[in-house]
T-cell receptor, first 113, second 109 residues
């Protein structure tokens, strides 16, 4: 099983809403990632969790708040987003010691109105 | 800054061979990945190079020259399903992966 599951698949929210994106993997991977991908652009790294601790924050605005409740789950809490935050949000996981090959979920397509 | 450049678009014929180039200038280098991404889908892993040379995996091969900051992905016996974007990605530090601009490949009959 090399599956990374993301929910919801689509999300529409207003600028005053609070919502959360969820990501789950059962491959025993200890590193999990959030990426943002705008249309026709490559994915951009946002956050990395390693052994359930935040190891990398690529200077992401505080309106995005990641959380890793356990080794299989990764959340991204959204609050007071801007229309320019509309994008595809991808979650990935990797097995730490093996080439760091990342397995991606199908993503959540977010629209901020 | 990090620069990872690829051609924006390429077109090739079914059954042919195509080479997609990637040049990079990054602060740090641990390895280079190639991913395939079909429209509206997640990237999927194709290959990984850390040492200079050619890695072959079925119809796909990837080459790396660290001294030249250069890699290419070679796709043989092209099939229509190979129409996708191909992303070069550099692991420039532990867990820090930066993706290139991506190459959209169209395979025509």
């Amino acid at each position: 099983d090399t599956e990374v599951t993301q929910t919801p698949k689509h999300l529409v929210m207003g600028m005053t809403n609070k919502k959360s994106l969820k990501c789950e993997q059962h491959m025993g991977h200890r590193a999990m990632y959030w990426y943002k991908q705008k249309a026709k652009k490559p994915p951009e790294l946002m956050f990395v969790y390693s052994y359930e601790k935040l190891s990398i924050n690529e200077s992401v605005p505080s309106r995005f708040s990641p959380e890793c409740p356990n080794s299989s789950l990764l959340n991204l809490h959204l609050h007071a987003l801007q229309p320019e935050d509309s994008a595809l949000y991808l979650c990935a996981s990797s097995q730490e010691q093996v080439k760091n090959i990342q397995y991606f979920g199908a993503g959540t397509r977010l629209s901020v109105l | 800054g990090q620069n990872i450049d690829q051609p924006t678009e390429m077109t090739a014929t079914e059954g042919a061979i195509v080479q997609i180039n990637c040049t990079y200038q990054t602060s740090g280098f641990n390895g280079l990945f190639w991913y395939q991404q079909h429209a509206g889908e997640a990237p999927t892993f194709l290959s990984y190079n850390v040492l200079d040379g050619l890695e072959e995996k079925g119809r796909f091969s990837s080459f790396l020259s660290r001294s030249k900051g250069y890699s290419y992905l070679l796709l043989k016996e092209l099939q229509m399903k190979d129409s996708a974007s191909y992303l070069c990605a550099v692991e420039r530090g532990y867990q820090k992966v930066t993706f290139g601009t991506g190459t959209k490949l169209q395979v025509i009959p």
